[in-house]
T-cell receptor
Framework: AQSVTQLGSHVSVSEGALVLLRCNYS??????LFWYVQYPNQGLQLLLK??????LVKGINGFEAEFKKSETSFHLTKPSAHMSDAAEYFC??????????????FGKGTKLSVKP | EAGVAQSPRYKIIEKRQSVAFWCNPI?????LYWYQQILGQGPKLLIQ????????DSQLPKDRFSAERLKGVDSTLKIQPAKLEDSAVYLC????????????FGPGTRLTVL
């Protein structure tokens, strides 16, 4: 069965510093991978997704993630943190059924704090 | 384009009472999902509909939870009777049923069971 592990439930960075949020997945077949962001009292918003095309995926708000099959990782990065990036980030995996609807399996989330 | 709508946004009830949540997905989205998000955890799928049929309800506690999507559009999720451990945010999401399963989430309903 597929699963997702997010290392670090809470990450704190200074404004302007590199953001690195870690995600490792477990899947017996090629997965689709997603990063979602959740602001307080709001639903989840898709940041980016990997769907077996380019391994380096660019998303909204300057975020990007790299799919590394050998490391079973899909870490999320942003070169320079902004105060507005403070939120909770969720990594999710679904199986690549080649067209059918696989369910999303979410990690436990990483709360990002940005210090001025 | 309007997003996924949910109501109410907040609900406080006593244990053993009943509660219902409503979701209106994005127009044209055939697939609808209900998730439970307990504080400090990621969302967990409760039930998935494709039009008005159930695709997956394997994690729905059927002794107390029920959900329906009668006309393949709006959906309601009901809890009867509620337990303390049902305190969570209930998220509704919808997708077009395209290849990449991109789901669009509503703002959620925060349920507190006292």
């Amino acid at each position: 069965a597929q699963s997702v592990t997010q290392l670090g439930s809470h990450v704190s960075v200074s404004e302007g510093a590199l953001v690195l949020l870690r995600c490792n997945y477990s899947s017996s077949v090629p997965p689709y991978l997603f990063w979602y962001v959740q602001y307080p009292n709001q639903g989840l918003q898709l940041l980016l997704k990997y769907t077996s095309a380019a391994t380096l995926v660019k998303g909204i708000n300057g975020f990007e993630a790299e799919f590394k099959k050998s490391e079973t990782s899909f870490h999320l990065t942003k070169p320079s943190a902004h105060m507005s990036d403070a939120a909770e980030y969720f990594c999710a995996v679904t199986l690549n059924y080649g067209g059918s609807q696989g369910n999303l399996i979410f990690g436990k989330g990483t709360k990002l704090s940005v210090k001025p | 384009e309007a997003g996924v709508a949910q109501s109410p946004r907040y609900k406080i009830i006593e244990k053993r009472q009943s509660v219902a949540f409503w979701c209106n997905p994005i127009s044209g989205h055939a697939t609808l999902y209900w998730y439970q998000q307990i504080l400090g955890q990621g969302p967990k799928l409760l039930i998935q509909f494709q039009n008005n049929g159930v695709v997956d309800d394997s994690q729905l506690p059927k002794d107390r939870f029920s959900a329906e999507r009668l006309k393949g559009v709006d959906s309601t999720l009901k809890i009867q009777p509620a337990k303390l451990e049902d305190s969570a945010v209930y998220l509704c999401a919808s997708s077009f049923s395209g290849k990449y399963n991109e789901q669009f989430f509503g703002p959620g309903t925060r349920l507190t069971v006292l």
